[in-house]
């Protein structure tokens, strides 16, 4: 069974910082446009297992596609850092860059395939 951590993280400069609780069973390895250009590989909470600590002022908001995922990317250095949207049954989630996690090696995790672009 993985083991949840409560990890911390954040973007490029600093200025976004975050706390979340998960095991990292499942880290996306997406084929969709935006996953591929921008590198990204999330794993998915429920609300309460993030917590924004600093940065809320330096976000801007990204929407694409269907306009449902608010990707979330730090003003200042561009990193998206996490996104908020919503699972196909209506429950609200939490997407958190993985790479954007302190001490997180992405080869030491067994990514999922995901063909987000077939969506």
Same mark, same amino acid.
């Given at each position: 069974?993985?083991?949840?951590?409560?990890?911390?993280?954040?973007?490029?400069?600093?200025?976004?910082?975050?706390?979340?609780?998960?095991?990292?069973?499942?880290?996306?390895?997406?084929?969709?446009?935006?996953?591929?250009?921008?590198?990204?590989?999330?794993?998915?909470?429920?609300?309460?297992?993030?917590?924004?600590?600093?940065?809320?002022?330096?976000?801007?908001?990204?929407?694409?596609n269907k306009? @449902?995922?608010?990707?979330?990317? !730090?003003? #200042?250095?561009?990193?998206?850092?996490?996104?908020?949207?919503?699972?196909? $049954? /209506?429950?609200?989630? @939490?997407?958190?860059?993985?790479? !954007?996690? #302190?001490?997180?090696?992405?080869?030491?995790?067994?990514?999922?395939?995901? $063909? /987000?672009?077939?969506?």
């Amino acid at each position: 069974m993985p083991d949840v951590k409560t990890y911390t993280g954040g973007c490029h400069c600093g200025q976004v910082r975050f706390e979340c609780t998960t095991d990292l069973a499942m880290v996306t390895a997406c084929n969709c446009s935006i996953c591929t250009k921008k590198g990204l590989h999330f794993t998915f909470l429920p609300p309460e297992s993030f917590q924004l600590r600093a940065g809320d002022g330096n976000l801007k908001e990204y929407l694409f596609n269907k306009r @449902v995922i608010r990707h979330q990317l !730090c003003v #200042d250095c561009g990193v998206d850092v996490f996104a908020r949207g919503k699972k196909p $049954d /209506g429950t609200e989630v @939490v997407a958190v860059n993985v790479s !954007c996690i #302190d001490g997180v090696e992405l080869s030491k995790l067994t990514l999922t395939p995901v $063909d /987000g672009r077939s969506y």
